[in-house]
């Protein structure tokens, strides 16, 4: 776990926040244990500005991994920067019944969540079977 928060901390120093001031780094482990990163980078045109979440999700398919055991967010601050409702959608499409979210503080503060207590009853590849 201190490879992959590491890895999400080294990520959030990357950001390019420069409209918010906000920096994120995400993290993510597969389930055959391979590490991916992404950072949040933000637009002049503010809605082009896209999620650190996204990024490493994005780096992972590329690689042609998809299955996410665990996430990591390290946030800017000491509130939980949990994930916003489009990127726990983006991660619900890879995630599975273990999958877990850990939001770290700057200060290192986990908080750790089983993916479904942030986005239950969600909507997924198998709600699309008829
Ligand atoms: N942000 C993320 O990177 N991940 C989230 O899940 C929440 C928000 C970014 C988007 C934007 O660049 C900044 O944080 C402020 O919303």
């Known amino acids: 776990m201190k490879a992959l928060i590491d890895l999400a901390v080294r990520a959030r120093e990357s950001a390019y926040a420069p409209y918010s001031n ?3 780094g995400a993290a993510i482990l597969t389930e055959s244990g391979e590490l ?4 949040n980078v933000e637009n002049a045109a503010y809605p082009e500005g896209v999620c650190a979440e996204a990024g490493a999700i994005s780096a ?8 996410i055991q665990d996430v990591v967010i390290a946030g800017p601050g000491e509130h939980l920067c949990t ?4 990127c726990r959608q983006k ?3 890879f995630s599975t019944s273990k999958t877990q979210i850990h939001v770290v503080s700057r200060s290192g503060k986990i908080n750790s969540f089983l993916f479904d207590e942030l986005l239950p009853e969600s909507f997924g590849p198998d709600c699309l079977d008829v």
């Not at 991916?36 to 950072?39: D, V, Y």
């Not at 992972?60 to 299955?67: F, N, P, Y």
Request: hydrophobic fraction near 30%; glycine fraction near 18%; aromatic fraction near 4%.
């Open 22 to 24: 906000h920096p994120v």
């Open 60 to 67: 992972m398919i590329l690689a042609g991994e998809k299955q």
């Open 83 to 86: 994930p916003c409702g489009g």
């Open 36 to 39: 991916f990163s992404g950072c």
């Open 91 to 93: 991660i619900r499409e």
